[in-house]
C-alpha cells in the first residue's frame, strides 16, 4: 500500500524569503519595501524619489534574488523538526515556483538546512502540478500546504480530495494576505509549526478525507 503523500510549499512554509528580499532591496538596490497593505505589487517603491517600482522591474528584483541571494534564507521556526517528524509518517515532497533551471539549487539550499526532500518547481497556478505529483506518487491520502490562497484555489479545483492547510510563517506579510480557509479553499489556517505539525499528522491518520 502506498504511504501518505505531503505536498508542501518553500518560501514562507519551510524557508523564511520576504524578510531577506527587504534586507536586500534596501542594502543593495536602493528599493524599500513596504508591505502595509495585501498588494505585493504596490508594496516596492525607490527609495530615492518614493515613486512606486513598475511590476516588471519587481519580477526583474525577485529573479535576481533567486539567482544571488538565496543563501540568505533561513528555515523557518520549527520547520526542520516538522519535517523530520513527517517523513516518519508520510512522503513529502517541495512543490515551488521558481524557473525550473532553479530545481537543483533549490533542493541543495533545503538540503543544507536539514531539509532532505525531492522538489518540483512550477510556475503559475499549482494545482494542475499537484495533480502530476499524484500520479507518479498515487499516495493513500495527499496533503497540500501552501502561504498563498490562490494556489489553495487552484489545488480545489483539480484535486478536491486533497487536504489543503494554508500557512504563512512571516508575520510581516501573513495578517495582510487572503486567507484561503475563510475563502473556502482550504481545510484550515495555521501560520506555525508547533500548532501545524499536530494538525499534518491528524490528517494523515484521519478515517476519512472531509
Known amino acids: 500500500m ?4 505531503i505536498v508542501s510549499d518553500c518560501d514562507e512554509v519551510l524557508l523564511y524569503m520576504v524578510t531577506h528580499f527587504r534586507d536586500w532591496l534596501e542594502e543593495e538596490q536602493g528599493v524599500v519595501f513596504d508591505m502595509g497593505g495585501n498588494n505585493f505589487a504596490k508594496a516596492l517603491k525607490h527609495a530615492d524619489s518614493g515613486k512606486a517600482v513598475e511590476e516588471v522591474e ?5 529573479n535576481l ?6 543563501h540568505r534564507q533561513t528555515p523557518v521556526k520549527g520547520a526542520v523538526g516538522a519535517i523530520a517528524e513527517l517523513t516518519r509518517h508520510a512522503d513529502v515532497v517541495v512543490l515551488t515556483n521558481l524557473k525550473d533551471f532553479r530545481q537543483e539549487a533549490r533542493e541543495r539550499q533545503l538540503s ?3 531539509i532532505d526532500l525531492r522538489v518540483f518547481t512550477n510556475q503559475g497556478p499549482k494545482g494542475p502540478a499537484l495533480k502530476a505529483i499524484l500520479d507518479e506518487y498515487r499516495p493513500s491520502r495527499a496533503i497540500f500546504v501552501d502561504d498563498l490562497a490562490q494556489h489553495h484555489d487552484s489545488v480545489s479545483e483539480v484535486a478536491p480530495h486533497v487536504s489543503r492547510l494554508h500557512l504563512c510563517a512571516e508575520p510581516m506579510i501573513a495578517p495582510h494576505i487572503q486567507c484561503a480557509h475563510e475563502a473556502g479553499h482550504a481545510h484550515a489556517r495555521i501560520d506555525d509549526w508547533n500548532h ?7 490528517r494523515i491518520y484521519a478515517d476519512n478525507d472531509d
Open 196 to 202: 501545524a505539525l499536530p494538525w499534518l499528522l491528524e
Open 65 to 70: 534574488f533567486f539567482d544571488g541571494q538565496m
Open 58 to 62: 519587481i519580477w526583474n528584483l525577485l
Open 112 to 114: 543544507e538546512h536539514g
Open 2 to 5: 502506498t504511504r501518505p503523500l
